[in-house]
């Protein structure tokens, strides 16, 4: 069975500043994605970011880079120059195997706060 | 263009009634997805179609039926709503990233 955990419920950042929210993971699967959405208050799930479980190298997107430790089963997203529109929830999730559907297992969520 | 869409955004009903949501997406993709994201704010996989195929069914209650006429669509129809069945619901589709709807409120009075 797949596990995500982000043991930060909630966090502060300063505009401007960089942010990095925690992911762990757990699964017996060699091959795996790993995905950051991000939820405002509005309440849609935008996608922020992907990383392959392959992939040497870790992906960035604009202002979003995510630290992939394949061997500490970690994928933290890093949210750089933070903006008062960063605040939100953020959500990191795995996706399964084809033959499991390629569901997405997701973690609790982390509430990011932005202050001016 | 919207991707994945969904109707209705709010639903109010009371316990008992039948309802149904509908999701469209105009991605190409083959999988399409049914989750549910309760007060908390968890998320958690419903049900799971390719190509108008069910693959998952994560011991959702029997009262939640999904149906997907073509690949490009998947709704969902409930029955006899109970105060539980509350929550925000996504329907999502994915090719090599997965893209959810804008989420349907359902409150069960």
Not at chain 2, 41 to 52: A, C, D, H
Not at chain 2, 60 to 74: E, G, I, Q, T, Y
């Amino acid at each position: 069975a797949q596990k995500i955990t982000q043991t930060q419920p909630g966090m502060f950042v300063q505009e401007k500043e960089a942010v990095t929210l925690d992911c762990t993971y757990d699964t017996s699967d060699q091959s795996y994605g790993l995905f950051w959405y991000k939820q405002p208050s509005s309440g849609e799930m935008i996608f922020l970011i992907y990383q392959g479980s392959y992939d040497e190298q870790n992906a960035t997107e604009g202002r979003y880079s995510l630290n992939f430790q394949k061997a500490r089963k970690s994928a933290n997203l890093v949210i750089s120059a933070s903006q008062l529109g960063d605040s939100a929830m953020y959500f990191c999730a795995m996706r399964g195997t084809l033959a499991a559907g390629n569901k997405l297992t997701f973690g609790g969520g982390t509430r990011v706060l932005v202050k001016p | 263009d919207t991707a994945v869409s969904q109707t209705p955004k709010y639903l109010v009903t009371q316990m008992g009634n039948d309802k149904s949501i509908k999701c469209e997406q105009n991605l190409g993709h083959d999988t399409m997805y049914w989750y549910k994201q309760d007060s908390k704010k968890f998320l958690k996989i419903m049900f799971s179609y390719n190509n108008k195929e069910l693959i998952i069914n994560e011991t959702v209650p029997n009262r939640f039926s999904p149906k997907s006429p073509d690949k490009a669509h998947l709704n969902l129809h409930i029955n006899s709503l109970e105060l539980g069945d509350s929550a925000v619901y996504f329907c999502a589709s994915s090719g090599n990233t997965q893209y959810f709807g804008p989420g349907t409120r359902l409150t069960v009075l």
